[in-house]
């Protein structure tokens, strides 16, 4: 039986609470929001601030602008104010909003007026909409104030409307995130009362501005403007609320749109009306630039990254993509993105090579792009600019000293073959020509090609066609040959330089590729946080030719100052404030950025997929390319990466320890526990005893002995407790000097006299050794837990056998029983701390063994353990030593 599923997908509901968490640490934006100046925004704004602060919110004025109007003047009396900060700027002072202070203060809301205005050189940031968001970034909500004509999308619009171009815009990302917007809106006929009255500009200018921007048209306009987008945007609020709350209602299919940009100025004005476009249809929006093999000019460089600049301030995803076939390259595109919508502008014929390239372009693009919608946007440019563009020629990116070469090769050859026409005919000479051109179009551009063309074209037909010296041509296949002399020559060279400059872009690529894959490869092969630091500063030297320093972050989660003294840095107070900043904001700051640009290098934070990890400062002295912001982007997030691997390693080996010491804390304390308890329990009983009854001597003296053999178990646990301790620490060092292995092993066996009764001891030590140089203390402790050892897991009465020689400066101890042995599985593991056989009896700590490990080791020597043929256990100790030339022997 089929049902409904309406349970929530648990991906979904995720995402919605992260983001709820996001927002609630932030603070709140409202927006008084209206058509144009005047409307009464900044006197709206402070009306509700007194309302605020009649509830005893905590709110302040961080900015506004009275404009000397008294009835705003007078709302700011009662309102904390805070003092700004001045500017020297062109012989005049200039006052800004201190942002610094009103982080400091940390008040529940702070009134700033003007969220479009741009801030004097030398600001933290350039547009006053930065210092907002880093106020809310602090959990600090904004009051603040926006006429529709500073909305980035809409300023071409309001341009067109007006016939004034608005110079302070803002990103449409703001208005759309913002938590609250207020409209503050007043009917055309009053706003021009108002102005009339003088109560927005002085008298002398209010009829100016009545007789230019503030005609009734225009207003009517703005604010139909104005009232579109606030009903635009509680749609979409509407439609998110919705969304989030799992209403179900009649949604519509998703929307997509691809808005195709180039390097001219038509694609600024087509990004916003797409923007506008997908906010009005609630439709998700990207653009695309197709890289082909023409090449730009600086001029249209340049252009083309305002372009992509205003696509990021718009809030729209941008990608770049290279193909020779502009139309294929925007359809592939759209049908792997799964695009509904395609927005491209009508091809503007600028010049005759243009008119070739360009015309069939909308017609294959609809033709091709199947199911896809394809909206064409026209021109604005006036026809008598359009027909003066379509007389001109192409634009070349060749300088004069390519043409120069080009036309001095060109005649060089023609003088060769003038010499010896006779001998090879005219036609030999065109292919000579002919090759000329082709081999040129290796080394230079079009324009070049196409004047070697030409020049080739005419110089043959001049000098060598007959009749010569004259263009006439006699014969009609003469004519055709020069004509097809002419024409293969303008393709050849054309086609060559093209496939030239595809060449070098795709060497370029490859170029970048192959960096970043040496780059992965090396940090692949890199451990530890220096080699990483290393590594990086190397390749951005390599590849970008920039000096880098890198910040990380230390356990405070505060950036650590640079230790690298051999990268050219020295980094200042006020570098390492704006280094803190891009850290903390996770935004580049510093030298040509439009944050903090008074600093001297530029600072990019290092950003993993889960944390900050740092900040990397370079010495940049231009501006980087649209191709080579991206190869940046992609070059540091690999470092991030590396470097977010290595912290975490660092967390999972920190964790692992702490796990480790608990599990050994746990181990220790049970063990301990066990071994501790049962001679205290002998001693307190056999004391007791002692004390409170009456004995006879034999008994009293067996009780004695308990109670000391209780306290060698207790002394032989302390001992390996302290032992251990010592090697943990690292702080064994042996204290070598000549000794006499029979003392060695005479001295263990005189403490372990007790133990050894039950069993056979034999010790096989040649007469004649030498003596040796070790650490006699140590070695005492090693040779008594081996046979300690054996003690407690031999059977009695069988043998125990103790052998030592010294053989080319190795001594060899060796220590035998024929107890069970050991498991064949468990051999490699009985050096461990704390490890005990499977099945043995209660009873020791796990540690002697491990002890005897740790002092030979000290030694620089090795143990090993083996089972014995007929039963048993085998210790074989090795040691490197010095001997001595005395012969002990009688």
């Known amino acids: 039986m089929g049902y409904n599923d ?193 109560k927005v500009y002085a008298p002398e200018r209010s009829k100016e501005a009545i007789e230019s921007f503030f005609r009734k048209g225009n207003i009517t306009a703005l604010r139909e403007m104005a009232l579109r987008m606030v009903a ?247 004519m055709l040959m020069l004509i097809m002399f002419f024409i293969i020559a303008l393709l050849s060279g054309v086609l060559t330089s093209r496939i030239k400059r595809q060449e070098m872009k795709i060497r370029v690529r490859e170029e970048r590729t192959n960096a970043l894959y040496q780059l992965t490869r090396e940090l692949s092969k890199a451990t530890g946080i220096d080699e990483v630091i290393n590594i990086a500063r190397n390749d951005v030297k390599k590849y970008f030719n920039l000096n880098a320093s890198i910040l990380l972050k230390n356990d405070a989660n505060q950036l650590d100052y640079p230790q690298q003294k051999d990268s050219g840095f020295t980094i200042s107070k006020n570098d390492m404030s704006v280094a803190v900043w891009t850290f903390q904001h996770s935004a580049k700051a510093g030298r040509l950025t439009d944050t903090l640009p008074s600093a001297n290098y530029t600072f990019y934070p290092l950003k993993g997929n889960q944390m900050n990890l740092g900040v990397i400062a370079i010495q940049q002295d231009i501006v980087f390319t649209q191709g080579e912001e991206q190869f940046w982007e992609a070059f540091i997030s690999q470092i991030s990466g590396k470097f977010e691997r290595e912290y975490l390693r660092n967390l999972a080996k920190q964790a692992f320890m702490l796990n480790e010491s608990d599990k050994l804390y746990k181990t220790l304390f049970n063990s301990i526990s066990h071994e501790l308890r049962i001679p205290v329990a002998t001693i307190m009983g056999a004391s007791d005893s002692l004390l409170t009854t009456k004995h006879s001597e034999d008994i009293s003296r067996e009780l004695s002995q308990e109670i000391f053999k209780a306290s060698k178990r207790l002394n032989r646990l302390i001992e390996n407790l302290l032992n251990m301790s010592r090697l943990e620490s690292g702080r064994i060092t042996p204290r070598l000097d000549w000794y006499d292995i029979h003392d060695l092993i005479n001295t263990v066996l005189e403490n372990l006299r007790e133990e050894l009764k039950p069993f056979n001891l034999h010790i096989v030590v040649p007469d004649d050794m030498p003596l040796v140089k070790i650490d006699f203390g140590l070695m005492e402790q090693v040779l008594y837990n081996l046979i300690f050892n054996a003690t407690q897991y031999a059977s009695v009465s069988t043998n125990l056998r103790i052998k030592s020689f010294c053989d080319n400066g190795i001594l060899t101890m060796q220590v035998m029983d024929r107890g069970p042995g050991f498991p064949q599985k468990e051999i490699s593991l009985i050096f461990n701390k704390f490890y005990r056989l499977e099945g043995s009896e209660a009873g020791g700590t796990g540690l002697g063994l491990s002890i005897v490990k740790g002092f030979v080791e000290a030694h620089n020597g090795t143990i090993a353990v083996e089972n014995r043929q007929n039963g048993g256990a085998k210790f074989t100790i090795k040691i490197p030593t010095e001997v001595s030339g005395v012969d002990l022997k009688g």
């Open 232 to 478: 635009d945007r509680v749609d979409k609020q509407l439609h998110e609320y919705m969304q989030l709350k799992r209403i179900k209602g009649p949604w519509k299919s998703g929307l997509h749109l691809l808005v195709a940009v180039s390097h001219t100025q038509q694609s600024a004005r087509l990004l916003r009306w797409a923007k506008n476009l997908s906010y009005t249809m609630g439709a998700d929006l990207q653009a695309i630039y197709v890289e082909t093999s023409d090449k730009l000019d600086n001029k249209e460089s340049e252009q083309l990254n305002k372009n992509i600049n205003l696509a990021r301030q718009l809030g729209i995803k941008f990608r770049i993509i290279t193909n020779r076939d502009l139309v294929k390259a925007i359809v592939d595109f759209a049908q792997k993105e799964n695009i509904t919508h395609i927005v491209i502008g009508k091809p503007r014929i600028r010049n005759l090579y243009t008119l070739i390239k360009l015309g069939n372009i909308v017609n294959r693009l609809i033709r091709y792009s199947g199911n896809i919608d394809v909206y064409i946007l026209g021109s604005d440019i006036q026809s008598k600019d359009r027909y003066r563009k379509n007389a001109s020629l192409p634009s070349f990116t060749s300088n004069i000293s390519q043409y120069f070469t080009a036309a001095s090769v060109v005649i060089l050859t023609a003088i060769v073959c003038f010499f010896i026409k006779g001998l090879i005919g005219y036609q030999v000479v065109s292919f000579a020509l002919l090759f000329v051109v082709s081999t040129l179009a290796f080394f230079f551009g079009t324009g070049p090609i196409l004047m070697a063309a030409t020049m080739s074209a005419l110089i043959w037909d001049f000098f060598f066609l007959p009749p010569p010296y004259t263009l006439h041509v006699d014969k009609p296949e003469d």
């Open 6 to 198: 309406d349970r929530p997908d648990p991906d979904e509901l995720l995402a919605s609470l992260k983001l709820e968490e996001e927002k609630g640490k932030r603070g709140k934006l409202k927006i008084f929001f209206g058509m144009c100046a005047g409307v009464g925004k900044t006197y709206t704004m402070l009306q509700t601030a007194q309302a605020e602060k009649k509830k005893q919110c905590d709110i302040i004025v961080g900015y506004v602008e009275t404009h000397n109007r008294k009835e705003t003047a007078d709302l700011l009396q009662g309102l904390e104010v805070i003092p700004r900060l001045e500017y020297h700027y062109k012989s005049t002072q200039v006052s800004e909003m201190d942002l610094d202070r009103i982080i400091a203060r940390k008040p529940q809301i702070v009134v700033v007026d003007e969220l479009a205005h741009t801030n004097a050189p030398g600001s933290r940031h350039a547009k006053r909409y930065q210092d907002v968001l880093e106020l809310l970034d602090n959990g600090i909500n904004v009051y603040t104030t926006v006429n529709v004509q500073h909305l980035e999308s809409r300023s071409d619009t309001v341009a067109q409307i007006t016939g004034v171009i608005v110079r302070e815009t803002l990103p449409d990302e703001i208005f759309e995130n913002a938590d609250e917007i207020e409209v503050v809106d007043l009917t055309p006929e009053e706003l021009l009362q108002r102005l009339s009255e003088g």
